[in-house]
C-alpha cells in the first residue's frame, strides 16, 4: 500500500494549481495526484518541469477510486493509497441534452474545460455550415468567433432571448442584433429533437419540424458537477448544485476537501446553493486551500483575511437593513450608506 500525505484527485487544472500551492506551502509532504486521464496533458508538463522527474515525493497514479475504507482509498487497478489530506477537483462535465441521435460524428458537447475548448475550434475551423445549441455566454462567444471566422453560423435557444441567465433583455436584443449582422441566424424559443444523418451529422430537427442542415453540431446546455467520487466517498453532496462544503472547503469529512466546479458553493445574495464559478475564482480557491490544508488559521493569515473580510461585509449589511426595520416604513425609498 503506498501512503501519501495529501492526494489529490482531479484533471484539470484547479488539481495542478492546489498540488502546486501545497508543494510551495508543505515542501515536507508527500503529494500524490490521481488522475482518471492517462493523455499527458498541462499536469504533467508543469510538475515535470519543475520536479524534473516524478518519485515518492510528488507522484501522479493514472487510476479511479472505487471506494474508500477511513483514510485508505481503494483503486480500480486494485492499488491502495493511504492519506492525511484528500482533496476532490473532479470538475464538471457537460450537460447532455434529450435529444435522438446525438451520438453521430461531428457533434460535440461544450464544457468549461479550456482545452477542450481549443480542440473544438480547431475542429469547427474545417467545418462549413455550423449550429450551436445553446445561447449561454459561451454559446453566443463561441458563435461570434466562426462568423467572423467566415462560417455559416445557425445558434439556436430554448429561451425566448440570448443569454437570459447573464443579462436583461436590452442586451440580448442587441447581442442578436450583432449576430444578425455579422451573417448569423438566431432561431429562439426552439428545441432541437434530432440529429440527421446516418454516421456524422447533416442537420438537425427543430421541435416545429424544420430541418437545419449543418455538418457541426456544438451544444451548450451548461454543465453539472461530478459528484460520482462523493457519493464512493460517501460524503455528503447535491447531485445538481455540486459537494457540500464549508467556509474552508471541507466536505462532510474534515480531511477530505472538494474545489472547483465540482464543489457547491453558496450564493450570497439567493441564500442558497450555487454551482456558478468563474475561472479564476476557482484557480483562486484551488491555491488558496493548497497553502492551508494543515494550518486553516494560521497560514500567513491568507485563509483568516479572506474569511474574516466576507464576514465582516455580511454582518455589516445585516446591520445597515436592521436600521431599515426600524426606519420610517412610509418611505418609498430608503439609501443605504455606502459600505
Known sequence: MDKYQIVIAG?????????????????DKSIAIIKTDKQNSIVEEILTSISGRFSNMLNIFYDDISSR??????????????????????????????????????????NKDPEQIRKMKTEALEAESIVIYGGGYIGVELCDELLRAGKKITIIEKSKRLMPSSFDADISNKVREVIENLGGRVILDAKIKSVLGIDAVT????????????????????????????????????????ILVDEYFRTSDKNIYAVGDCAAKHDFFASDLSNVLMYNSKMEEAKLLGANLYSIIFNRGKMISYLSEKRNLKNRIKTELKKLEISNATKDFIPLPRL
Not at 484533471?11 to 501545497?22: D, F, K, M
Request: include cysteine.
Open 11 to 27: 484533471n484539470g487544472e484547479p488539481a495542478l494549481v492546489c498540488t502546486l500551492s501545497a508543494r510551495h506551502t508543505y515542501s
Open 69 to 110: 475504507n477511513h483514510n485508505v482509498l481503494q483503486l480500480t487497478g486494485g492499488g491502495k493509497i493511504e492519506y492525511e489530506k484528500l482533496v476532490l477537483a473532479t470538475g464538471s462535465r457537460a450537460i447532455e441534452p434529450p435529444i435522438d441521435g446525438i451520438q453521430r460524428d461531428g457533434v460535440i458537447l461544450i
Open 203 to 242: 442537420g438537425v430537427k427543430l421541435s416545429s419540424d424544420e430541418v437545419i442542415d449543418c455538418d457541426f453540431l456544438m451544444i451548450c446546455c451548461g454543465s453539472r458537477p461530478n459528484v460520482d467520487l462523493a457519493e464512493k466517498l460517501g460524503i455528503i453532496y447535491d447531485r445538481d448544485r455540486g
